[in-house]
């Protein structure tokens, strides 16, 4: 199993990134997926998830109506739209299989900085 | 929500040592915990599942108890390697789950 996230970098408050997890290893399309962030020195945040079959998708509190999650899963790839940065997003956002429940693989991650 | 809430934030112990972390939930959560460890600079691995199965490749140092509200989690004789983050994670009331804040262990 293997997940590599993508996208990530430096933006301006207001601005937008896109961010890519792609997969492998595993039947992709069977799983939940969810994203993950870690703020600078902080703890865990699960941002969002999506279910197999993209039917079940939901949001935190603090990126709702701000973030999309979406999957493809003909190329294997979960994707995280951002809109709207705040500095309040800056940190490193992994992209995770969720097992009914269990984070079991997780990507390395990639690094969102918002700042002026 | 089901919060929950690790003690303590912070540990300082030696190699060698055993050591009990804590994670305690608001409400009954059955077995459904998971930890993790976080070394510094990479991701979080899962080490226990169901409050006590140890994930794939988990040496047999790490053990997992607890039900309902109460849960532990024990290193047999810290290797240098341990020293690191360790979090909990209840999946009863998923999705999508909530992560405890935390508990380093230092030397």
């Known amino acids: 199993v293997q997940l590599v996230e993508s996208g990530g970098g430096l933006v301006k408050p207001g601005e937008s990134l896109r961010l890519s997890c792609v997969a492998s290893?595993?039947?992709?399309?069977?799983?939940?997926m969810t994203w993950i962030r870690q703020a600078p020195g902080k703890g865990l945040e699960s941002i969002s998830y999506?279910?197999?079959?993209?039917?079940?998708?939901n949001y935190a509190d603090s990126v709702r109506g701000r973030f999309t999650i979406s999957r493809d899963d003909t190329n294997n790839t979960l994707f995280l739209q951002m809109d709207s940065l705040t500095v309040e997003d800056t940190g490193v956002y992994y992209c995770?299989?969720?097992?009914?429940?269990?984070?079991?693989?997780w990507g390395q991650g990639t690094r969102v900085t918002v700042s002026s | 929500e089901v919060v929950l809430t690790q003690s303590p934030a912070t540990l300082s112990l030696s190699p060698g040592e055993e050591v009990t972390l804590s994670c305690r939930a608001s409400?009954?959560?059955?077995?459904?915990l998971a930890w993790y460890q976080q070394i510094s600079g990479q991701p979080p691995r899962l080490l226990i599942l169901?409050?006590?199965t140890r994930a794939t490749g988990i040496p047999a140092r790490f053990s997992g108890s607890g039900s309902g509200t109460e849960f532990t989690l024990t290193i047999s004789s810290l290797q240098s390697e341990d020293f690191a983050v360790y979090y909990c994670?209840?999946?009863?009331?998923?999705?999508?789950?909530?992560f405890g804040q935390g508990t380093k262990l230092e030397i």
């Open positions: 995770a299989r969720d097992g009914w429940g269990v984070k079991d693989y």
């Open positions: 994670q209840q999946y009863d009331s998923w999705p999508p789950g909530t």
């Open positions: 999506i279910s197999f079959g993209s039917r079940d998708i």
């Open positions: 290893g595993f039947t992709f399309k069977d799983y939940y």
């Open positions: 169901g409050a006590f």
């Open positions: 409400q009954s959560i059955r077995s459904n």
